[in-house]
């Protein structure tokens, strides 16, 4: 099938990328932020602008607990498809993972797959980007320290709002809010991973938050042979080379075990 054919291709591709989004960690219970359970029908995303939290830093923090609470307050774990990834990075078949993700869950994935065959997270050399941040850590929007974020949550919800660091600043979740630029470097970074692949892979993702979502167009439009993994369509489907609108934790499996095999 032509799940094969894509094994193929990555099998002989010199620069394979993968672009993933919330739909990679719904099967591991992260709520996604589109659709009917998203996390927008249940929040205004307008409150979580990066406008809001200059100007009510109070109101921003006070809502933030709440939406912390709702997205992160389990301790999830990486599930098949973060870990089909990893191995592939692993075994050399993946350059990098550009993620839109805060969750954290790649990186989990690439040291639990490491530890299970002996090797060290070090041996696994798959960039993973990610490009609106960690949600696990908060920085100092004066000092520019990066915490971890879970014991600032919890001052936050205990009552320090907005809270501080040891130097009096302010801290911010150490996410890319909307209205937010992403870094400079990270954003350049992407998209020369975006030109340079022969195999572009977006997973999981609506592909309608830009900048983020130009990045598979962008592949494509470089010579990329581009695969969309997702459940919904997408507004990069015209361009698509390959469209499998099944379950991530399905599809990438059976695609790592066919590259390993073939
Ligand atoms: P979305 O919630 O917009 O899209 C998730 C996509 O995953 C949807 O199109 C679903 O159909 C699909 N999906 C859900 N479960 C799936 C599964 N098990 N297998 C395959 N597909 C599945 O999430 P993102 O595209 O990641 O930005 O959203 C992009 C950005 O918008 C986020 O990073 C966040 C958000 O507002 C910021 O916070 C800056």
């Known amino acids: 099938d032509d799940l094969e054919s894509l094994a193929d291709e990555i099998r002989s591709a010199a620069t394979v990328v993968a672009f993933t989004g919330a739909g990679i960690s719904a099967p591991s219970g992260v709520p996604t932020f589109r659709g009917d359970d998203g996390v927008w029908e249940q929040f205004d995303e307008g409150q979580f602008?990066?406008?809001?939290f200059r100007s009510d830093p109070e109101g921003f923090w006070a809502d933030r607990v709440e939406l912390q609470r709702v997205m992160f307050d389990e301790d999830y774990q990486p599930n098949a498809?973060?870990?089909a990834l990893a191995a592939m990075g692993r075994d050399g078949h993946?350059?990098?993972i550009l993620t839109q993700n805060t969750d954290g869950l790649h990186g989990k994935a690439a040291e639990t797959v490491a530890k299970s065959d002996g090797s060290t997270h070090e041996g696994n050399d798959t960039t993973i980007l990610e490009l609106h941040g960690n949600s696990q850590r908060v920085?100092?929007?004066d000092c520019g320290k990066r915490k971890e974020g879970g014991p600032v949550f919890e001052r936050a919800a205990d009552g320090e709002i907005p809270p501080t660091c040891d130097c009096g600043g302010v801290f911010k979740p150490d996410v890319v809010l909307f209205g937010e630029q992403l870094p400079?470097?990270?954003?350049?970074r992407a998209q020369s991973l975006a030109r340079e692949s022969d195999v572009f892979l977006a997973i999981g993702s609506s592909l309608v938050v830009e900048p983020a979502a130009s990045l598979p167009r962008r592949a494509a439009s470089a010579g990329a042979t581009l695969g969309i993994v997702n459940l919904e369509s997408t507004p990069v489907d015209d361009v698509a080379d390959a469209i499998y609108r099944e379950d991530v934790t399905e599809v990438l499996p059976r695609l790592r075990?066919?590259?390993e095999s073939r």
């Not at 602008?49 to 809001?52: I, L, M």
């Not at 400079?184 to 350049?188: D, E, L, P, S, Y």
Request: aromatic letters at 4%; hydrophobic letters at 40%; proline letters at 0%.
């Open 94 to 96: 993946l350059e990098a």
């Open 184 to 188: 400079g470097a990270v954003i350049q």
């Open 81 to 83: 498809a973060h870990e």
């Open 49 to 52: 602008t990066y406008g809001r």
């Open 139 to 141: 920085r100092c929007t």
């Open 257 to 259: 075990e066919l590259v």
